[in-house]
């Protein structure tokens, strides 16, 4: 694709001087504009960004000084160079204060061609060098851009990883590695906080028929609805997890007394308990189950993480014998 020329605004009120600076330019490698008047060159600069400006001193109306004025106000333009054209270069009141209206240079009539020339092609230079300078800066915050969204991909697909890696995929729970990682926390948290807490080992009854009689499916879905329904019962501190099958995990923090925490445990049960609709692979079904849980209290004692699941286990096993939907704690 052939790049865009530079434009350069000529402004005069006389037309002879605009077809002199037409021919000295011809070949200077920009688009020529030409402007009568300080409103016509007013006008132009809305529409065009020119790359310099050859502006007359003297003109009616508006003189040069009013229109550099004018152009300086607009924010858009305040990077747009102006050469005075002028026949009083030679006094220096005039001169400063075109620099004070935003001039960069001057040139003196009658226009030697020569100087003419040779300054444009500097200016020229100048702006092919601010738009090589803008491309780049606006390349590089382009790939920057493209960069944070890369970063950012990156970190939400190591996210999921990390989830993936430390949650069970059909609940969503955390998995068996996440829930030692918590018991472990929270064992050593106890004794700064002097708080105990219980480790439930929690095991669904009746699971088994619904698969074998509904299919695996509506097992599936029985699942996932009773970690719905165990999240919404827990405390933020808390946890819940599920070990694997219908085997479930809680760490219930801020344990105050065994029996406030068998009625709480008894409230889950409950809750556990209520009707299930779901479909199964013969239509709309409605699933009753019940929840057995073993509960282990630590209070800073001598056992370890592996001790406390085994007690807890040892419970659940001894709620499962004496008739399922029970709990039992371990002494």
């Given amino acids: 694709m052939t790049a865009e020329r530079p434009k350069i605004l000529v402004v005069d009120d006389t037309h002879a001087n605009l077809v002199a600076m037409r021919r000295l330019l011809a070949d200077c490698g920009a688009e020529l504009h030409e402007a009568g008047s300080g409103n016509e060159a007013l006008a132009m ?9 050859l502006l007359d001193v003297n003109m009616p109306d508006m003189d040069g000084f009013e229109v550099a004025s004018l152009l300086g106000e607009s924010g858009q333009l305040l990077e ?19 620099y004070r209206f935003g001039a960069v240079d001057y040139i003196a009539k009658p226009v030697n061609d020569v100087i003419l020339q040779s300054k444009v092609r500097v200016f020229l230079e100048l702006y092919a060098a601010r738009a090589q300078l803008r491309s ?5 915050s382009e790939r920057n851009r493209q960069l944070d969204l890369e970063i950012a991909e990156r ?49 669904i009854d009746g699971f088994k028929g619904v698969n074998d009689n509904h299919g695996h499916p509506a097992g599936d879905a029985l699942l996932r609805a009773i970690a719905t329904r165990l999240n919404e019962l827990l405390r933020a501190s808390d946890t819940v ?3 694997g099958g219908d085997e479930f995990a809680l760490i219930l923090e801020e344990v105050t007394d065994q ?33 057995s849980q073993g509960i282990a209290v630590w209070d800073g004692d001598a056992r370890n993480d592996e001790d406390l ?11 499962k014998e004496e008739g399922k939907n029970r709990c039992v704690v371990a002494p």
């Fill in 45 to 53: 600069c809305l529409d065009h960004d020119f790359a310099l400006i």
């Fill in 80 to 98: 747009t160079p102006i050469i005075f054209v002028t026949a009083a270069y030679a006094d220096d009141i005039n001169r400063l204060k075109g």
């Fill in 136 to 140: 780049t800066l606006h390349e590089l």
């Fill in 155 to 203: 970190k939400r697909i190591e996210a999921q990883i990390r989830h993936q890696a430390t949650h069970d995929l059909l609940t969503g729970l955390p998995n068996r590695m996440l829930f030692r990682d918590r018991l472990t926390t929270a064992m050593q948290r106890m004794p700064r906080h002097g708080q105990p807490f219980a480790l439930v080992m929690l095991d």
């Fill in 241 to 243: 997890a599920r070990l």
């Fill in 259 to 291: 029996p406030a925490l068998i009625e709480r445990c008894r409230s889950i049960g409950a809750a556990l308990a209520a009707p299930y609709p779901l479909e199964g692979r013969h239509g709309p079904f409605v699933a009753q189950v019940s929840a």
């Fill in 309 to 319: 699941i085994q007690a807890a286990d040892r419970a659940l096993y001894k709620a």
